[in-house]
């Protein structure tokens, strides 16, 4: 199994797209998993999701279960399932559910502030 660890990620991070900030949160969780670059996971309430429409795709992670995933509608972009979110994580991982998480794309900039 790929070892995942899951803390309290330090100070407050953003998470913006096409010049709109999504959400602001002092609560994110840092996921380290294996040789991956960190993934911060934001709770829900802290996250516009007006701004994001669930889509079709789903993905699977062993370690982690099943993602549904999200495209960030504004004003001036669509971004493509650009989040994820584990509904119902596997029981280990069950401090992520109701988070969401962002990729790493040119649109999307998530930052420690």
Same mark, same amino acid.
């Not at 913006?16 to 609560?27: F, I, P």
């Not at 960190?38 to 994001?52: E, H, Q, S, T």
């Given at each position: 199994?790929? #070892?995942?660890?899951?803390?309290?990620?330090?100070?407050?991070?953003?998470?913006?797209?096409?010049?709109?900030?999504?959400?602001?949160?002092?609560?994110?969780?840092?996921?380290?998993?294996?040789?991956?670059?960190?993934?911060?996971?934001?709770?829900?309430? #802290?996250?516009?999701?007006?701004?994001? #429409?669930?889509?079709?795709?789903?993905?699977?992670?062993?370690?982690?279960? #099943?993602?549904?995933?999200?495209?960030?509608?504004?004003?001036?972009?669509?971004?493509?399932?650009?989040?994820?979110?584990?509904?119902?994580?596997?029981?280990?991982?069950?401090?992520?559910?109701?988070?969401?998480?962002?990729?790493?794309?040119?649109?999307?900039?998530?930052?420690?502030?």
């Amino acid at each position: 199994m790929t #070892d995942i660890t899951i803390r309290k990620a330090a100070g407050k991070w953003s998470v913006r797209s096409g010049g709109a900030v999504l959400g602001e949160s002092m609560n994110a969780l840092e996921l380290l998993e294996g040789d991956l670059e960190p993934v911060i996971y934001f709770p829900r309430a #802290d996250i516009g999701m007006a701004f994001l #429409d669930r889509t079709e795709k789903v993905t699977h992670c062993p370690h982690k279960g #099943d993602a549904t995933h999200f495209s960030i509608v504004n004003k001036s972009s669509v971004t493509e399932n650009a989040a994820w979110s584990y509904e119902d994580p596997v029981a280990a991982m069950a401090e992520i559910e109701g988070y969401v998480a962002f990729y790493r794309v040119d649109s999307v900039k998530v930052e420690q502030i």
